[in-house]
Structures are given as structure tokens and as C-alpha cells.
């Protein structure tokens, strides 16, 4: 028997190579076809987007710090992710003043959330839904006004009804462009979500020769860019983000019942490449690492005590998109 299947197997190998070889021009043909493509049809990578979609596997969690975690249980260690997408739609673009609708979602699967009346370790889906009216204003040859009014819905739901979950956030900026290209802007973020929050925000972008460019708008990010061709870049960037998910009344001990919410906040430093690969389509990827400045549960009222800390440590950052972009 075994010489039997050996002798089979040897008799079936050349088929299989000869289909292979057999579809070899064809293959080769179709490769080629799709990059000479590419190449013919590849625009702007500053071109404007109208979707956008990403993939970012986030740290595993560390040994939590729990009042009621019994002993002997091991916590999980799995990778969590994050799915985000966002849909750009014109509202108004003719005339000195434009305006674009924005459409968010994100969805975070936060593996590690200890559960005490039964001891064991589950996962949190935690969703933001987002809407948005963007409003650009030419205000002269040199001054620009850029608002931005977003509402969110951030919880364990797709659209959640509590108003703890809803946040309100203004953005406006003034930009003034400079003789030599540089833009200087100033302005302020507003956010409302059961109480009021104001940071000021500074802008300042500018390039810098040999397709180099600056652009950092403070207090949320800095990038340089590098221009490799007409349709594709080079970036370095460190980002500060942060988020809050309203997770409604959670048994956090014992018989004991209170209203959380999850708050994160981190500083992210990657390198990433972007390529418009046809008139539509384009793609992104970007790595380096990601720094937890604050990452647990708290409680959601006056007092803002920590009941669970995920204890995260420095960790890998990986992120992988796709875009669809406006044509010329």
C-alpha cells in the first residue's frame, strides 16, 4: 500500500506542475497588466478621500489590578483590535465657503474585562458612532476659518440612549498662509460630555525642500512627510489620542453595582508609507509603538475612582488601511 501511494503521488505531481506551468503566461500576463495600470493611473496622494478603513491589532493586556480578583485566576492575554471607518460626503463646495459631512464608526475589542460573580475574563466591544459638519471658509487671500461640530455616541452600543454616552466636540482653527507656504493657525477644541472641557489648539505646517513637509497641530500631533513620487509618501508621526466608553452599571465587587465608564489615553509614535494605486483606490500601512498613558475603568460621577487599571505597558503598533479617493 505504501508503495502505491508513493507511486500516485509521483503520477499526480507533474500534472499539477504542468497547470502551473501551463498558466504561468497567463499569470504573468495579468501582473503584468495590473502594474503597467498602476502605473498609468495612479494620481495625487493629497488627493481628497471619501472613505477610509483600518485595521490596528492594540496591546494585550497585562496582569489587571482588581480588588475582587480571586486568587489563583490567570487573566487572559490576547490581542485586542480596532475597526475603524469613515465616510466623507459633500454638502456645499462651491463658493468661498464649503461645507463636508462626515460619517464615523469605530468599533474597540477589549479582551481582559474581569468579571467577579462568576470569575472569569470576557471581552468588551466598545463602539463610537460619529457624525460631523465640517465648514471651510475662505475668508480672504490669506485668512481661513476651519470649524468642525461632531456628536458621538460612545458605549457598548451601535447608538446608545444614555446621555452619558453622548459627547458634543467643536473644533475651530484660523490659518493665515505665509509668503514662503507655511500656514500658522490658532484655535480652540470644546467638548461636552457631562462636563465642559477647552484646550486651545495650535497649527503650524510648512515644507521644507526635497518634498519634506512639517505639519503639526498641537496639542494632538506632529508629522513630517517625504514625497517618493506623485502618488505615494513617506511619514513620521507621533499622536496623542484618547477615548471614553460609557459601559452602563457593572458588578465592579461584591454585591456592588455602580455606573462606569473606560477611559484610554496614549501617544502613539509610527513610521508609515501611503500609496494611491489607482484614480480610487489607495492603500496605507504604518508600525512602531504605542505608549498607554492611561487605560481602566472608572467610576462615572464626581469622584472618578479607578476600579479596574489594565495596567498596560509599552506594546507594538501596527495599522493597515484602504481609502477611496475623489478622481481628477
Known amino acids: ?13 507533474p500534472c ?12 504573468f500576463g495579468l501582473l503584468t497588466s495590473l502594474f503597467f495600470l498602476t502605473k498609468a493611473s495612479a494620481q495625487d496622494i493629497g488627493a481628497p478621500r471619501f472613505f477610509e478603513f483600518s485595521v490596528q491589532p492594540t496591546a494585550a493586556n497585562a496582569t489587571p489590578g482588581f480588588p ?36 464615523k464608526h469605530k468599533n474597540e475589542f477589549l479582551n481582559g474585562y474581569y468579571v467577579s460573580d462568576d470569575d472569569r475574563f470576557e471581552q468588551l466591544e466598545l463602539r463610537q458612532s460619529k457624525g460631523s459638519v465640517i465648514v471651510f471658509s475662505q475668508l480672504n487671500d490669506r485668512w481661513k476659518l476651519t470649524n468642525m461640530l461632531s456628536v458621538s455616541s460612545n458605549s457598548t452600543d451601535f447608538i446608545s440612549s444614555n446621555a452619558n454616552a453622548i459627547q458634543f466636540r467643536n473644533v475651530s482653527l484660523f490659518e493665515r498662509e505665509m509668503n514662503n507656504g507655511s500656514v500658522i493657525g490658532f484655535g480652540g477644541s470644546v467638548t461636552y460630555d457631562q462636563s465642559l472641557t477647552v484646550i486651545p489648539v495650535l497649527k503650524y505646517a510648512t515644507p521644507f525642500g526635497n518634498g519634506w513637509h512639517l505639519d ?31 459601559l452602563g452599571n457593572q458588578q465592579v465587587a461584591n454585591d456592588y453595582s455602580t455606573a462606569s465608564i473606560y477611559r484610554r489615553m496614549d501617544v502613539t509614535g509610527a513610521v508609515g508609507y501611503q500609496k494611491q494605486v489607482t484614480p480610487w483606490v489607495g492603500f496605507s500601512v504604518s508600525a512602531g509603538a504605542n505608549l498607554p498613558v492611561r487605560s481602566g475603568i472608572y467610576t462615572n460621577d ?17 495599522r493597515v488601511g484602504v481609502f477611496l479617493s475623489f478622481p481628477n
Open 216 to 246: 503639526m497641530v498641537l496639542p494632538k500631533e506632529i508629522e513630517v512627510s517625504k514625497s517618493l513620487s506623485k502618488s505615494s509618501r513617506l511619514l513620521f508621526e507621533v499622536k496623542g489620542s484618547g477615548s471614553n466608553f460609557t
Open 302 to 318: 464626581q469622584s472618578n475612582t479607578r476600579l479596574y487599571d489594565f495596567k498596560e505597558g509599552i506594546s507594538p503598533y501596527f
Open 68 to 103: 475582587s480578583l480571586q486568587p489563583g485566576v490567570i487573566p487572559q492575554s490576547r490581542p485586542n483590535y480596532k475597526l475603524q471607518g469613515a465616510l466623507r460626503f459633500p454638502i456645499k463646495i462651491k463658493g468661498n465657503t464649503k461645507i463636508i459631512g462626515e460619517l
Open 1 to 13: 500500500m505504501t508503495t502505491k501511494t508513493a507511486q500516485n503521488s509521483n503520477t499526480k505531481m
Open 16 to 27: 499539477s506542475l504542468k497547470r502551473l506551468v501551463g498558466n504561468l503566461p497567463a499569470i
